[in-house]
């Protein structure tokens, strides 16, 4: 099945919000076997809506927006559709009972703008929003073309995809009846610490071998992704053909290969660790926090992680970590004694046995001929073994941190890693 | 000026990538006064970007792509733009001279996949890209249309945009001589701590007076921003609209209010804090280090900030903080009294004057009926004065640790402010 999502709000034209619906949106639907062929964002604007949404329908029969359904003025994606589908707007009185009761509870008059929201194309299904204020909406013609409308609040967008539409989805697919379906499938396999090119050479040319499904390098901060995706396979055949090219990839990708599609660095330590019923304690400087944000974003890292300290100043890596002041006065605080101090300073401080340390320059100023911007310093320890890293990584402030924060626990995985 | 752009990356559809890209492009092109009409995301197929990209050019004439010229097999933009206007691709001889010296500074010989980078189409311009491999390319054919294309990787990106196209954007505008440009221009007030329709209600009906400006409100884990546009006016009445209608807003939203357009929240508390003469130290618990991390975000902020503690085992709150025992007992880790324990401890800890201290439950387990998950407890103290508040925050995991960040960071903000 082929569809297109047209997602809508100047903010997304002129970028001052990134568009993550659309990414949550593609990954949800590809994985139901839907082949998303093309996404267009548009404006805010009566016409740029209709035409966008027309087109769509015109190319695949169906058609999923987000955005211009919230209760301020911006709201008008409903009235275009219904225009496009020959439908009038009528009042749901099931929904304005629900509007009126929330603005009861509120213990406020509901203004004469939300009454707007109660309106919906004569024979739409309404979809339920207990997350927010106005529902999505399901339109159907005769000719069997489709238009879902979702609202543009992440949160919101997620509770109705994943509760009303793809259940919705499934049944069509189910009804259709015509052999099993056919599936957009993809698999990533995820490496860090080699850059894309001498992963190229490490992995050949594969691409013959591995027909007909596609290979992508994907580089980011986080390292390089090997994306494999099978194009309207049978779902069987897709997934067999998808583990096998998977399995192929992480063999030559080696020990830089940390995982397969999702999967999070910081995950991958925190299973090391619990395996080995270590617990874990970090130490850092340019990183600001970022390595304990990333371990604590993981939920249930509380049994693992015990905490850790930002000592951005000196001062703090001195008496917090036990840094020795003479170790920073001789090396420098961006220099392999500090960070293997701080390493040891964490351990004692935390009472763990494994530790991790990050002490860098993240620019824009700090830098010198030396040691310019982007230099740092890492450190993995476990119980008395200490490995430490140097780096200088490119990019600005925010990229240097971030690749920091991927190596330093990238050390402590190849540390913790048997044999 | 009007110009669509067109995202090709199949990993951009089945949501893998977020596309940071778009919103970088939108940004960048609005304010030199090109208007974005359209954006347009199709998979790494040859099919998919011909029709795209074509039919951009019929709308518009003008077009800028991302993606599809890296190094490994899913480079295809350049093929097809070469086509749709006419042109072979060639050899230039400069770009095969660059590859073969990165090469040789590598000590590695060149494969001969890299051979194909150099070739372009023929009286393109190539756009040099000193951070990457495949170098930018504007090409322009006698009916004046334009394609302009970039790699996809945002570091390579963004050089590229800022170094090569704006400049000739810029030049090609002032080359039309007809009467000042005109522009999309866009300024944004920034509230938090206030729900989307309570901030509607204290502006109420605004829209009338500051037409012919939008308005949008954009609701986020960080608050809700209110969005002024203005579309295609003269560039010295745009900005004076703007800056009416924001100070009308601003004033509305009172102490809401925390900045304009990008302001962040830690860089508006750091400079609180600067012009007081404080330093600030930071205590976490569910937030596991995101305070620290978005403080040292902030460029120059090692002159304020002195250190952070992620205190998430409740060992740490009271060895490190020296929160009492007896508290955490008493009232649980997450209380007004262990926050505001937090927030003392950490002031003694890094010998600061003002603190942030925040404690929850981020969840997705460790709710109970009393404490819910996305119960939280913030506090932030300045000299002797500390202020606690309560919260229950909806959403997961990410986003109520989100929520838990900024509104610690309000809290602070708040309590600096004067008067």
């Not at 990414?23 to 994985?31: D, I, N, P, S, V």
């Not at 698999?187 to 013959?208: D, F, H, M, N, P």
């Not at 494999?228 to 030559?252: P, S, V």
């Not at 170790?327 to 392999?336: C, D, Y």
């Amino acid at each position: 099945m082929k569809l297109e999502i047209v997602t809508i709000g100047t903010e997304l034209l002129l970028g001052h919000t990134v568009d993550t619906n659309a990414a949550e949106l593609g990954r949800a639907l590809a994985a139901a076997g839907a082949e998303i062929t093309r996404r267009t964002t548009v404006a805010d604007r009566p016409e740029a809506i209709r035409s966008a949404v027309a087109e769509a329908l015109e190319r695949t029969g169906f058609v999923l927006t987000t955005g211009g359904l919230g209760p301020t003025r911006d709201d008008m994606t409903k009235t275009v559709v219904a225009e496009l589908f020959g439908k009038r707007l009528v009042t749901d009185a099931k929904l304005l009972a629900d509007i009126e009761a929330r603005f009861r509870r509120m213990g406020r008059p509901m203004p004469a703008i939300n009454r707007t929201q109660a309106e919906v194309p004569e024979g739409a299904c309404v979809l339920p929003n207990p997350r927010g204020t106005a529902p999505g909406l399901w339109i159907e013609d005769a000719r069997g073309r489709v238009a879902v409308l979702l609202p543009g609040v992440p949160r919101e967008m997620r509770g109705l995809l994943v509760e009303e539409v793809l259940p919705r989805l499934a049944r069509r697919d189910a009804g259709g009846g015509a052999g099993p379906p056919h599936v957009v499938l993809s698999r990533s396999v995820r490496t860090t610490g080699v850059s894309e090119s001498a992963l190229a050479e490490r992995i050949g040319e594969i691409e013959a071998e591995i027909a007909p499904l596609t290979l992508a390098y994907l580089p980011s901060t986080d390292g390089v992704d090997l994306r494999l995706t099978a194009w309207g396979l049978e779902l069987g055949d897709a997934e067999r053909r998808l583990a096998a090219a998977a399995a192929r990839l992480k063999e030559r990708a080696g020990e830089h290969c940390y995982g397969e599609d999702g999967a999070d660095l910081a995950a991958v330590v925190l299973d090391a660790l619990r395996k080995q019923r270590r617990r874990l304690g970090v130490a850092e400087s340019c990183t600001g926090g970022m390595v304990a944000e990333r371990i604590t974003n993981i939920p249930g890292s509380s049994d693992t992680f015990i905490g850790g300290v930002v000592a951005y100043a000196d001062v703090i890596k001195t008496a917090a970590l036990k840094v020795p002041l003479e170790t920073i006065a001789a090396h420098g605080a961006v220099s392999e004694e500090t960070v293997r101090a701080m390493a040891e300073g964490a351990q004692r401080l935390f009472s763990v046995d494994a530790t991790i340390a990050v002490t860098g320059i993240a620019g824009p100023g700090g830098g010198t001929p030396e040691k310019p911007v982007g230099t740092v310093w890492l450190a993995a320890r476990v119980h008395t073994d200490t490995r430490a890293l140097h780096r200088v990584f490119p990019g600005d402030r925010d990229e240097i941190r971030r690749r920091s924060a991927q190596a330093a626990l990238d050390l402590l995985r190849r540390l913790l890693a048997p044999g």
